[in-house]
Structures are given as C-alpha cells and as structure tokens.
C-alpha cells in the first residue's frame, strides 16, 4: 500500500446518472497526476508570507497556462496553478425496507419512491442476507442511548433545508458558489448524500440516517453549482470553513485531479482535528481521484447489494475502506431539482449509485464514534472503522476493498485491546504506549516490566517471577504473603 491506513468532479454522481463525464478544456495539474478541467479566466496563487491560504487572481480568457508559469517564476510566489474544476461523482421510517445497506434480508430494492406514493416503484435487484453493515444491530443496541453532540459538514452541492427528513438536523452553514448564508441545493447531489449520512431517524418520516442520533448535526457546506461543477478553490474555501466552524467529520462526495491548494485545504482541516473521507472515483479502474488519494483522507471504494465490488468502483493503492454505494435510497429536494430533471430521479426520496454514496455511510459512522465517546480523537476513530470493518475479497487489506466493508454495529461494539490505545497508522501492530494500568505487579509478579506486542497481547517475559509459589492457606511463601494467605502465619509476617 502506498497510503497509510485510515477517504473534485462529485464522485457519485457520474455513477448516480450512468453517465461517463468527459473533459471540455484539458490541462495537466501542477503535480502530472493526470488532467482536469479550470476555470478559463482564473488561477490560484499562494504568495510567500501572505496571511490567505491562497488567492483567486481573474486573468484574461484563455491565458491561464501562460500566466501560471509568469506567476511561477515570480520570487514572491511560492506556488501558481490553475482553478481546476471539481465535479459530483455520482426503524420506523416510512421506506426503511428499502434501505439494503442498512439491512439487508435479501429483499428485492426499488426506485421512484416518493413521499406521496410508493406504491408502483420500480423494481431495480435484490442483494442477499448479510450483505449490508450491520445498522439495525446496532440500532437495537445503542438507539436509546445518549449521544454526545457532534457536527458533520457536507461539502456538496448544498442541502435542501426543508426536507422533513433534514430540517431539524442542520446546522448554519455557507455557500461558496454565490458567497451568501444559504446553501441551497438545487442539483440534489449533496441532498441524497446528507440524508445517507444523518437522516433524521425514527421520526415516521422516510428513511433512517447512519448517523441515528438525534445530537448528531449536519452542516451544509455549498462548494457546487447548480450544475454540480465547482472549482478547487470553492472546494478548498469549503473544505476549511467546515474545520473553522468545528465539524468533526467533513463528506467530500467529490473528486478531480492532484492540486497544492486542495492538498493544503485537507491538511489544515486535518491539523484542525477534523477527519476527512472522500469518493474513490467511479472509473471502473485504476486512477486515482483528490482530495481521497491523499495520506489524510479516507479514501471510500463502493460495495454492491451482494457484498461484491461495485463494478463502477475504482481501485487503487489508496484505497482505505469500503461502503455500500449500489441503488443507495436516500433523501432528494422535495422540489425540483437538476439531478431529477435531467435523470428521472423522484423528489423527496430515490436511489443513487456511486462511491459518493459509499463515502456518507463512512462519514455518518465516524459521527456516531465521535459521539459515542467526546475523547476519541480522528486517528482513534479512522483505527476504530477500519479494524472492525468485514474483510472482504482477500484476506487484510486489499486495493478493491481497502481494509473491508464497514461494520456499524461491530465499531459501536469496539473494545480496546488488551494493550495498547490502538493501531499504529499503515500497520496492523498495536502503539504499544498505553497498558490501560495493567503491570507486572498486577499479573502476580513481583516486579519487572512488562511489554505490549505487535498483535496486541501481553508479553511477560520481562516480570519477576516470584521466588515461591503460594498455595492458598498454606505458608509456604518465604516471608512473603501472597494471594488468599492469612497475615497469621509466622512465614509470611
């Protein structure tokens, strides 16, 4: 693996619509990860010393190439490139039935469900028992249970703010695109994807979110148009702003090329505690999409109603975890909006496919383990979601399906192990910096000290033995009272 264990086009929606999206204006990025598609009249420059992360400088149409390496050979710039283009890749609620990745029975799964009528959806597969993570397991478990308040940002497309299914979970948040307070989403994009993470759950309303708990808020974070196209720099603004306002968890169900101004973005909202999760792409292949290649995000492949790969879902050295992403019924505007227009996809509530929908269902579990315990921080959590994900395809971790298939229940149900206070990033070797009080002493020795191993046990080869054994009752312990023995007698006085 080239990444370290722990996710802009939106990546789901170019599977959510079956479409192949294809460059109008091409350029190599600055770092040769491939081409993407910029904004004709901007570029990004990041001069030395300057306060900004960075700044959008307007430059004559067409010249953009030109002025990024003028701006390059600037002594005062430490970086220029362009403003490349980030696209969307594609209980007791009402059609909880139809919510496989939640539980999964092998029931048959359907679209074109909507508020007013689910009475003749259309009947799209059906998956097989099991086959999902484990949701109502741990619904039954810990759907009583109070939960720590926690924020995830959704840095998408904007959320429909009415939604009876979203409204009394949002939280303010900020459009970047038209640069005013209200990140209204008119594609439908960052909607469906809201609803996968954090529904409002139990409400009689349509669908359960991951994230169950009602403390479990979600911030509408608009970095795409109406179109689903948004631009490194809005993404970057968007990405920041979430860590600013104090989002634990950020969804980026979105992707593009290598860029040093998104890269920059991700690692502050990194450094700010924030844990990041991100599209792995919907190629069908190899290539690798950002903000998910990078070390601090996690990377999300997507996993059918079969516990198969989804075909779309790309695979790389990078990939981090996997989540269901195939015909995912989730949340859409209950007005109308580009994504149902242009596609045929119902109000209110639909399906969508894609590893934009793979990457909530990660986001909205990081949630629930924030709000499970307030001292977990990001490393904690990533370790907690991917040592208890299912593994599947070949044993450990593999370029399909990274460490496994996410397992809610089974993380919620996460115990530390004996030793240590978890899992070395990349590895499968415990930290060793943390005994949880246990000694040598503790153990009946009599001294020495004691080592944590590379799997997680005990290692007490380096306590004292005690020089006697102690029966119970009996002195026989050379002028030491052991275990069960009575002070009364004269050996062990």
């Known amino acids: 693996m080239g990444k370290i264990k722990i996710g802009l086009i939106i990546l789901g929606l170019i599977a959510l619509v079956g479409l192949v999206v294809t460059g109008i204006v091409m350029a190599k990025n600055s770092s040769d990860n491939g081409k993407a598609e910029y ?84 009947l799209i597969g059906s998956g097989i028992n099991d086959a999902d993570m484990d949701w109502e397991e741990a619904w039954t478990a810990f759907g009583a249970e109070t939960f720590d308040s926690t924020v995830i940002a959704i840095v998408d497309s904007g959320i429909d703010e009415t939604h ?95 860029s040093t101004t998104l890269k920059n973005a991700v690692d502050y909202a990194y450094s700010k505690g924030a844990l990041l999760a991100a599209a792995a792409g919907n190629d069908g292949g190899g290539r690798k999409y950002y903000p998910a290649s990078y070390p601090n995000v996690i990377s999300v ?25 195939v015909n995912v019924f989730s949340t ?20 969508g496919s894609g590893t934009s929908m793979s990457v909530p269902q ?9 709000a499970q315990d307030s001292n977990r921080d990001k490393v904690k959590v990533r370790a907690i979601i991917e040592e208890t994900a299912d593994d599947r395809g070949v044993s450990g971790w593999d370029k399909y399906f990274g460490w496994g298939r996410i397992n809610v229940n089974a993380a919620l149900n996460y115990v530390p192990s004996v030793c240590g206070n978890g899992i070395k990033e990349g590895t499968e070797e415990c930290d060793g910096t943390d005994l949880g009080g246990t000694t040598c002493e503790s153990l009946g020795f009599t001294g020495g000290t004691l080592i944590c191993t590379a799997s997680c046990t005990l290692d007490t080869s380096g306590c004292i033995v005690p020089t006697c054994i102690v029966v119970p009752g009996e002195c026989n312990c050379n002028g030491k009272c052991g275990p069960n023995e009575t002070p009364a007698c004269a050996d062990c006085q």
């Not at 139809?98 to 909507?114: H, K, M, P, R, V």
């Not at 492949?301 to 992403?325: C, L, M, Q, W």
């Not at 990660?362 to 924030?370: K, R």
């Open 164 to 258: 009876p299914d979203l409204n009394d979970k949002l939280v303010p948040g900020y459009d970047f695109v038209n640069n005013d307070n209200g990140p209204h989403d008119i594609y439908g994009h960052g909607t469906h994807v809201a609803g996968i993470a954090a529904a409002e759950t139990a409400n009689l309303e349509g669908i359960a979110g991951v994230a169950f708990s009602a403390n479990i808020k979600i911030m509408p974070v608009q970095v795409l148009n109406d179109d689903g196209m948004g631009t490194t720099a809005n993404v970057a603004k968007g990405i920041m702003y979430a860590a600013d306002n104090g989002a634990k968890v950020i969804n980026l169900s979105l992707g593009g090329g290598d």
């Open 362 to 370: 990660v986001v909205g579990l990081a949630g629930l383990l924030f």
């Open 39 to 122: 904004v004709q009249d901007e570029i990004i420059v990041k001069f030395k010393g300057d306060t900004e992360l960075f700044r959008v400088i307007k430059v004559p149409k067409g010249q953009v190439i030109e002025k990024v390496r003028a701006y390059q050979q600037r002594a005062d710039v430490e970086y220029a490139e362009p403003n490349y283009l980030i696209f969307a890749l594609g209980s007791n609620d009402k059609y909880y039935w139809n919510q496989w990745a939640l539980n999964n029975i092998g029931q048959e799964i359907y679209s074109g469900c909507t508020e007013e009528n689910c009475n003749s959806p259309k």
């Open 301 to 325: 492949a997507a996993t059918d109603y079969n516990d198969k790969r989804a075909s779309f879902s790309n695979f790389n050295d990078e990939i981090d975890i996997s989540a269901p992403g």
């Open 332 to 351: 859409f505007p209950i007005y109308e909006f580009t994504i149902g227009t242009k596609y045929g996809r119902s109000k209110n509530y639909d399906v």
